[in-house]
């Protein structure tokens, strides 16, 4: 019991009150049954409803990280005592057990007990003191070292220790620090394994840092020498594996590779001969090809970082055991030697003069300090590390370096630091040798105390001191005439005379004052001039211990905060206890210096205190007193206290330098303006000051130059407007736009008074912070008590104010409250991105050692929002330095992306997008080179470059998407658009609770559904009851957010309700979001629709079903009549005239939003429409809610024309009680009596004004007509905004009433008559005074339709819809304007005549007559829109220009030198970031199926035109190389020895039509390819609708005759089949002519269609269909009476091979395919494709001229060597090919002799291989 009660003692937490403490039982160290205590005893938890979540809770209150089991029924045996708590149930965020719910009461049983696994608080171990597998045994626990007591230590102990570092076993353990004393905590003690334990803290012992021990009982072992390579090492940093000696021990994890043991002999810590350990012995690498490379592998494989040199000859001696390796070929990426290629172990052709030798980068950055400086601790403890003494002489060498060595020395005396003097002055010492020595001070300045002091981690240097400042140093004299010119890293890159070369004494030691590391000091606890001395220190606020504390400190203090001196140091914790950690003890300070941390003390968080011993100060301050009356909290009239009462400053001479000083003395940051006149009124009191004048450096107003007499009246009394104090805000409490108020001031945050506050009040607060105004304001603590000051009280702003402190207020720190009464607010949820970010930190605030902010934060970017995208999406942005910035994407994964989404709230990412996905960001790129772990809380804690430093653009900004928690939702026992709303969570549909349910939820539901908006918010489960869990209660939206689980709530699964309060809505019948763009939604779509989040029921509104025509508009009229059209199947259509009547016209009218129908119109009233005629013989009974619930003949079932298309006029008054869902928002009435404008006398966007009035059309009068006025006009026309507005009639004379004049808008207003105007056609004007607008472009979306990416038919968007545009007068130039706007270059060619197919929507554009310069179609002259004279086979088309050639040079058809034609020639492509993504796009565009490899370095010889890309990107998903991001063309840094290249895979099945067949169309566009055009006759003939043809069930040269035809393969008849026929295929296929032609299915039976019987061919046609047959699919054929070929087994030597892609030639055997695995480009096993997958080739007989044979084959010269043995690894296909005999003629393998195919008698240990020439 004695031992748990001491573990207990170690990891328990008092709760307050009847605290209950917390142990593990019946377990190991981090596992047992979980018993808390409570009344005098212990007792158990019933394991009721016991999970992984309430697991987590008592491992974290344990000190764990987490969980990783929950024990249930007595898992670790059943307790005696009572059973405590029962039914808990924790969500994970409770720090102890007692937070969650529970029940005091229980129906157990001790065999319910529960338990735990928690994860391993001590899984990081090493050994000190010793070697690599002996040394003293220390833990990580709490951010640092600590050791092991002996007691009870055996070798049971050790044996876990031992395993837990990778090693089998223990040798030995050892007791009485046999390896040295520790120096940090001693983490264990009474340790008891029994052996088979994972780790130490599995063993039972007293507790975490529990012990009766000292040093000289520190623990140690020595372990078996070989590491085990079985055991997983994913627990320990490979900084902490053991070694033995100068890090020469290496494991390989996961594997088990033979050379793991490495060493470096002969020469000194990171430097000398390679040695490795062989068959029980030390032997040599021979140095035949030893580079750069090797050595990188043997450097890191010892734990550096990388090699500088790679050396030969034996330069560290000659060694004496077997040279293992020879001709070592390394890539430099291998983790181990052995992973290298090489000759054999022990297959050389050496001697030990050529013994390798390596020179390793000398500092493993694991070592270094990352900031601060190094202190004596610091270098202790990297001595105690289990790095030898000699592994560190790279830090601290010796005089045995060699002297070649010492340029690479760079960092050979980097272990610096200052003795004598305080923690950031003192004498400077340097390690060397050994041992610490001092620094001479001849020539000693600036420069060289400002590397130091940067060494140390200080920003620069205060002083250069000399003549031994701090006392006289007693070891050597390391450096002398140092010579620095300030920009060195450490002082031994400076100029000095050598190592202990000098002249002279001690008492010449030099000395530094580096800049003040503790330069933020506070007073907490206190008042203004009082309090608890607190100083920030690596991130946080901590205390002074008052150890020796005494005036002398306390006036250093008083005068760094700003007052004169002390009137008091304070001891025992007069202000109350500090909570952070004690930073100083024993501080002693003269009273001279600047700051704390340049007087005597201990160091840094070198203590032996408690916080009942912090240190206080009174400060006092003799400058008169100060206050501002009359105005603001930062503005008012000067005045001053003096002999008891308050007079004022006379404005003589009275400026910005004498307003600063008031400024600042008053706490703010300076003045932004001097006030004189008496602005702020006159005061009553005396004048005290007069003809003040300051230089603005003065801490008080008293310490200017002044008149203490003065010749003012009170009318000159002086001001001041300062800038805000209180310019930090934030909401604490709550959520991202909601929380209690808390300002930062005088060093910490503190709260705001509810007293008096209100709806203006939190306005303020939310403009502040960025928000555009205050939903709420919130009183009485509403989001929990505050803990910091209450600085403000009786706020009253007038709602205009900037900040807080603007607004009235009681005075600073001035009230009558508690924190009962904390203010708060509730802020409108989209922050306003143009309002500057008022919350940067104040720049009052100490910022040079100290994150900016200075506040308590986990980091120094614990801000990070997401820009550019949506709720949980976008460019990611951290705040730093006042502004936000961006994230580079070089590393970023999905682990760093992990770490963003957890840091924003959500669980987890999604995606982790990179190349500015979401645009480019605009501030300063903060990080770059991320690397989270995953774990960690916010991206400040992940690994990088560092802040702001970077080697990239914007273009590289990083995104993410993170999952959002809630990211499905459905509608359930409703209907498609309503019904019961319901949730997915934790893998089941769950409900919403409907309290507080309303519209504003609703939105939201249906917005993620895809719906517009919501018609109702329906309660009382009127949908029914669901059955699942209810996931949300107390919603409370505000209507914008993305998805629910934006909005607040009261958590996931916390609710009062029952599933009768189930919420529901009603949602907008027409799911904008989901409606397609063009065509109409097919099965296909259906399919897919059906398968997103959104549910079956939500998509019926999609599907045929009684709303399909839910869209309705009127054309060809004016707002309220017009001809009556539907949209459907993607278009526009018309209601044809029978049977119409007025009850058809209610309908329409009411459906539209008017009351009634005045009329039902017919005969084409209003013009005849264009697209299909959708409904005839509608018979309304008036009462339906839209068309198609009437009777009709069927959609698109009539016997009409359009002249007899249905018209309405509906009665002019919109219904303003209808709901207006269905109908968009530009085809509705407005509310307004002028609802109907347009433009006339001009174009499209442009023209006079005019509106309908009384029946008829009349002008604007332009007095006073502006832009905001035509930005009016423009958006009701549908336009974005206006670009110009226009007077005096520009437009031409209109001839109708002036119906307006005077016109005043806002520009917020949705129709003109909202605005200001002098009232209907009431005016002074004439028409000569007619306004006019220009309005943003109608027509900026363009696209191409019916051709490929840069081609196609031209249409463009206009009238919501896309419609044509007529090819009169069209030509290049109007090409090039299209081209441009589409983001192209220019165009190739201006098509005419419905090239790309015939349109379908109106004709937008006719006589287009463009200059070729404008930005967009409508800014070129044009007949007006939809003014034509054009049907749709006058539609024009373009061809952009891209880099639609490209070609492959200097290596085979599917193979070689990328090159692209621009500007008129071929120029290459640079391999910067040239990867297989790359090559896939080049390998498509050239018609092949994908790429196999992407090549760099000029593989196929070096081009000679220009370099016209460089740094490409693709996706991989582009159609061509132009489509990827690159740096522009011919911008590039490249020469062409960095040319690009690729090789193909070997078929281009991207050329065959996917569906349907060939057209003219995909011909014309494949003979605009690189592939010559007689290479393409074989797939492209004049009339060929057959051009594709293959042989299958065969061989390369024969098989069955298969063709392509309606998106698949068919076969071909037998019936009249003969040679003639064969010939015409095989001709087809490039060979010369057939052999046979084949019957009776011979290669087997075909699967697919038979298109072709009775062939009948002369022989001299060039494609089957040229031929005489029965027709397409006609024929009295089965699939036994399949047609075969043989074709003539030589290529057609007239065929180009140059640039036609292999595939497209004859294949000359039955083997064309072959490669080489297992090596590298130029050698490996020789591997053969046959009967569908790759096989080798075995090596009997094999010799240099079948290997001939193989590298011509694959494009190379000649082969160098044949090799057998498997030399390159054994295959593990079929052995096709053995005792190949080639006489080195052949172009192919199978032309070969052979035993034949898949005829041998070996294995694959003997498959032959080759290594070819490259020149």
């Not at 002489?393 to 760079?410: A, D, E, G």
């Not at 298309?1205 to 002019?1212: P, T």
């Not at 009776?1640 to 061919?1657: H, K, R, T």
Request: hydrophobic residues 30%; proline residues 2%; aromatic residues 8%.
């Amino acid at each position: 019991m004695q031992l748990w009660w001491l573990l207990v003692v170690a990891c328990s937490v008092l709760i307050s009150g009847n605290a209950k403490l917390i142990r593990l039982a019946g377990g190991a160290g981090n596992t047992g049954r979980v018993e808390v205590y409570h009344n005098g005893q212990w007792g158990t938890v019933c394991d009721d409803g016991w999970g992984l979540e309430e697991a987590n809770v008592v491992c974290r209150q344990l000190g764990f990280e987490s969980a990783s089991w929950s024990r249930t029924m007595a898992h670790y045996g059943q307790g005696t005592g009572p059973i405590l708590l029962d039914d808990v149930v924790c969500d994970g965020s409770e720090t102890f057990l007692t937070q969650c719910s529970h029940s005091d009461t229980h129906d157990c049983q001790h065999t319910e007990d529960a338990g735990v696994d928690c994860y391993s608080v001590l899984n990081n171990v090493r050994l000190a003191g010793g070697g690599g597998n002996y040394g003293r045994v220390e833990v990580y626990y709490n951010g640092q070292w600590g050791t092991v007591c002996d007691d009870g230590w055996d070798l049971i102990d050790a044996n876990v220790v031992c395993r837990q570092l990778g090693f089998e076993s223990a040798l030995e353990s050892k007791s009485s620090a046999f390896y040295g004393q520790g120096s940090g905590t001693i983490v264990l003690d009474d340790v008891d394994c029994t052996g088979d334990e994972d780790s130490l803290d599995q063993c039972r012992h007293n507790g975490l840092e529990e012990h009766n021990c000292v040093h000289y009982e520190d623990a140690g072992v020595v372990c078996s020498n070989t590491p085990n390579t079985l055991l997983p090492t994913t627990d320990t940093p490979s900084s902490l594996l053991p070694t033995t000696g100068v890090w020469n021990n290496v494991r390989l994890a996961g594997g088990g590779g033979v050379l793991n043991n490495v060493r470096l002999a002969g020469g000194g810590g990171n430097y000398g001969r390679v040695e490795v350990y062989y068959n029980e012995q030390w032997g040599t690498v021979c140095d035949d090809g030893w580079d750069l490379n090797d050595a990188h592998v043997v450097c890191r494989q010892l734990g550096f970082e990388s090699a500088l040199e790679g050396n030969s000859n034996a330069m560290y001696g000659l060694g004496s055991g077997p040279i293992v390796l020879d001709d070592v070929d390394c890539t430099g990426d291998e983790h181990s030697l052995d992973q290298c290629r090489h000759n054999g172990l022990e297959e050389h052709n050496c001697v030990h003069y050529e013994d390798a030798g390596v020179v390793c980068s000398n500092t493993p950055s694991t070592l270094l300090p990352t900031t601060g400086y190094i202190t004596e601790e610091l270098t202790t403890l990297l001595l105690s590390t289990s790095y030898f003494t000699e592994a560190l002489t790279t830090l601290l060498p010796s005089t045995k370096v060699p002297i070649r060595l010492w340029r690479w020395r760079v960092d050979i005396l980097n272990t610096v630091r200052l003795a004598g003097g305080g923690g950031n002055y003192g004498r400077v010492e340097v390690y060397y040798k050994g041992q610490w020595g001092t620094v001479c001070d001849d020539l000693w300045d600036s420069d060289d105390a400002n590397v130091v002091c940067r060494q140390l981690g200080f920003e620069f240097a205060l002083e250069g001191n000399r003549n031994a400042l701090y006392g006289q140093g007693s070891g050597p004299i390391v450096l002398d005439d140092v010579e620095c010119t300030g920009d060195e890293d450490s002082l031994d890159q400076c100029r000095h005379n050598g190592l202990e070369e000098h002249n002279c004494g001690h008492h010449e030691d030099a000395g530094v004052v580096c800049q003040n590391i503790l330069n933020t000091v506070r007073l907490a606890g206190g008042g203004g001039n009082y309090g608890r001395v607190e100083v920030y220190y690596k991130g946080q606020w901590g205390t002074v211990c008052d150890d020796w504390w005494d005036s002398d400190d306390a006036n250093v203090v008083c005068r760094q905060l700003g007052f004169e001196f002390a009137l008091e140091g304070n001891r025992y914790a007069l202000y109350g206890q500090g909570s952070g950690p004690i930073v100083l003890d024993d501080v002693e300070c003269t009273g001279d210096e600047d700051s704390l941390d340049q007087c005597r003390h201990n160091g840094l968080e070198e203590h032996n205190c408690g916080h009942h011993e912090d240190a206080g100060v009174v400060c006092q301050s003799n400058a008169k007193e100060i206050r501002l009356a009359g105005g603001a909290g930062n503005t008012g009239r000067v005045e001053v206290y003096h002999n008891g009462q308050w007079g004022t400053v006379c404005d003589d001479g009275w400026g910005i330098e004498e307003a600063d000083v008031v400024c600042r003395q008053l706490g703010f940051e300076s003045a932004s303006w001097s006030r004189t006149k008496a602005h702020y009124g006159q005061g009553t009191g005396p004048i005290l000051l007069d003809d003040v004048v300051c230089d603005g450096s003065e801490t008080s107003l008293t310490q200017c130059s002044h008149s203490d007499t003065d010749n003012c009246q009170h009318t000159e009394d002086a001001g001041v407007d300062c800038y805000s104090v209180l310019n930090n805000v934030r909401l604490a409490g709550g959520g991202g736009n909601y929380g209690r108020v808390e300002v930062y001031y005088n060093g910490q945050w503190g709260t705001v008074c509810d007293d008096g506050w209100d709806l203006i009040d939190a306005n303020v607060v939310c403009r502040q912070l960025g928000f555009d105004s205050a939903l709420e304001s919130k009183s009485s603590a509403f989001y929990g008590q505050g803990s910091g000051t209450i600085v403000l009280d009786d706020v009253d702003c007038t709602g205009d104010e900037d900040s807080l402190d603007q607004c009235g207020h009681a005075g600073l720190e001035e009230h009558n409250c508690g924190h009962h009464e904390d203010a708060g607010v509730v802020c409108q949820n989209t922050p306003n991105t143009l309002l500057p970010t008022t919350d940067t930190p104040n720049t009052l605030l100490p910022t040079t050692d100290t994150p900016n902010t200075l506040l308590p934060t986990t980091g120094v970017l614990n801000n990070v929002r997401l820009a550019g995208g949506g709720g949980n999406y976008g460019r990611v942005e951290v705040y730093y330095n006042g502004q936000w910035g961006t994230v580079c994407d070089d590393g970023w994964d999905l682990i760093d992306a992990n770490v963003v989404c957890r840091q924003l709230g959500f669980d987890s990412a999604l995606e982790y997008n990179s190349n500015a996905l979401y645009d480019q960001g605009s501030g300063p790129i903060v990080l770059d080179d991320v690397d989270c772990t995953g774990d960690e809380d916010s991206l400040d804690q992940c690994g990088h470059a560092g802040l702001e430093k970077h080697n990239c653009g914007h273009h590289e900004d990083a995104g993410v998407v993170c999952n959002s928690v809630l990211n499905n939702v459905r509608l359930a026992g409703g209907g498609g658009h309503y019904g019961r709303v319901e949730v997915y969570y934790k893998g089941q549909w769950g409900t919403v609770c409907d309290d507080l349910w309303d519209s504003d939820d609703a939105n939201v539901v249906c917005r993620q559904l895809g719906f517009e908006f919501a018609l109702e918010g329906n309660r009382d489960a009127l949908y029914g009851q669901g059955s699942g869990p209810i996931v949300l209660d107390d919603v409370e939206c505000t209507g914008d957010e993305d998805s629910l689980d934006q909005c607040r709530h009261n958590g996931l699964e916390e609710h009062n309700c029952g599933h009768y309060e189930d919420a529901g809505v009603v949602c907008s019948n027409t799911p904008s979001t989901l409606l397609p763009t063009t065509g109409y939604i097919t099965e296909e779509l259906t399919t897919l629709l059906l398968s997103t989040s959104y549910s079956t029921e939500a998509l019926t509104t999609l599907l045929p079903s009684t709303n399909i025509l839910n869209t309705v508009r009127l054309a060809g009229g004016g707002g309220n009549y017009g001809r009556v059209e539907v949209y459907y199947k993607g278009q526009w259509g018309t209601v044809c005239d029978d049977l119409w009547d007025s009850d058809d016209a209610n309908v329409v009218c009411r459906q539209l939003g008017f009351e009634f129908a005045l009329e039902g119109n017919r005969n084409a009233l209003y013009g005849q429409g264009s697209g299909p005629i959708v409904l005839d013989d509608v018979e309304c009974t008036g009462d339906e809610d839209s068309l198609d619930q009437c009777r009709h003949n069927g959609l698109e079932e009539h016997n009409c024309r359009h002249h007899e298309d249905a018209g309405v006029v509906c009665q002019n008054t919109p219904n303003t009680l209808l709901p207006t869902t269905d109908t968009p928002s530009s085809l509705l009435p407005t509310t307004g009596v002028l609802n109907n404008v347009r433009l006339a006398g001009g174009g499209g966007n442009y023209g006079r004004v005019e509106v309908y009035y009384n029946g008829q059309w009349g002008t604007v009068c332009d007095d006073g007509w502006d832009l905001i006025d035509a930005n009016v006009v423009c958006r009701q026309l549908g336009f974005d905004s206006a670009l110009e507005y226009n007077s005096n009639a520009l437009y031409g004379q209109g001839s109708g009433p002036i119906m307006l004049d005077d016109v005043d808008c806002t520009g917020d207003e949705d129709s003109l008559d909202q605005c200001g105007h002098a009232g209907l056609e009431e005016h002074n004007c004439g028409h000569h005074e007619d306004a006019g607008v220009v309005c943003n472009s109608v027509l900026n979306n363009v696209r191409l339709a019916g051709g490929g990416g840069n081609y196609g038919r031209v249409e463009v968007y206009y009238n919501e819809q896309w419609g044509t545009v007529c090819d009169d007068g069209w030509d290049l130039n109007d090409a090039h304007v299209v081209c441009r706007q589409l983001g192209f270059e220019s165009a190739l060619e201006g098509n005419s005549n419905a090239m790309y197919g015939l349109g379908s929507g109106p004709i937008v554009l006719d006589d287009v007559d463009c200059t070729g310069d404008e930005h967009s179609l409508d800014q070129c002259r044009h007949a007006g829109l939809e003014e034509d004279n054009c049907d749709h086979f006058e539609d024009a088309g373009v061809v952009c220009r891209v880099f639609d050639n490209v070609r492959l040079a200097g290596g085979g058809g599917n193979y070689g030198r990328v090159e692209v034609h621009y500007n008129g020639q071929w120029g290459t492509v640079c391999d910067d970031g040239w990867d297989l993504n790359d090559a896939h796009v080049i390998c498509r565009q050239l018609g092949f199926e994908f790429a196999l490899e992407g090549n760099s370095n000029a593989l196929y010889g070096q081009g000679s035109g220009p370099i016209v890309l460089d740094n490409v990107n693709c996706m991989g998903d582009e159609d061509s190389l132009d489509q990827c991001r690159h740096n522009g063309l011919e911008e590039h840094n490249c020469v062409h020895y960095e040319d690009a290249g690729v090789v193909c895979s070997n078929t281009p099945s991207t050329l065959l039509p996917t569906t349907g067949y060939i057209t003219e169309e995909l011909t014309t566009l494949l003979l605009s390819t690189s592939y010559f055009t007689e290479a393409l006759t074989t797939l492209l003939p004049s009339t060929n609708i057959l051009n594709t043809v293959r042989l299958a069930g065969g061989g390369g040269n024969y098989g069955r005759v298969e063709v392509y035809y309606k998106g698949q393969w068919g076969t071909v008849c037998d019936d009249l089949w003969d040679s003639d026929d064969a010939n015409v295929v095989c001709r087809q296929l490039g060979f010369e002519f057939a052999l046979e032609g084949n019957r009776n299915a011979l290669y087997g039976q075909g699967s697919g269609p038979i298109v072709l019987d009775d062939v009948e061919c002369t022989g001299g046609e060039d494609s089957l269909d040229q031929c005489r047959h029965n027709g397409l699919e006609e024929h009295n054929c089965r699939h036994h009476e399949d047609a075969g070929v043989v074709c003539q087994n030589t290529p057609n030597t007239l065929l180009p091979t140059t640039d036609t892609p292999s595939s497209l030639l004859p294949t000359t055997g039955v083997l064309n395919n072959v490669r080489l695995a297992g090596g590298g480009a130029n050698y490996g096993r020789v591997e053969v494709y046959y009967n569908g997958q790759w096989g080798t080739v075995c090596d009997d007989g094999w010799d240099v001229t079948d290997a001939n044979v193989v590298c011509r084959q694959l494009g190379f010269d000649s082969a160098k060597e044949g090799n057998s043995y498997a030399l390159y690894g054994q295959g593990s296909g079929p052995i096709v090919l053995d005792d190949v005999d080639c006489t080195g003629d052949e172009d192919f393998l199978d032309q070969c002799g052979h035993a034949g195919l898949e005829n041998h008698d070996c294995g694959h240990h003997e498959d032959a291989g080759v290594v070819c020439t490259v020149l």
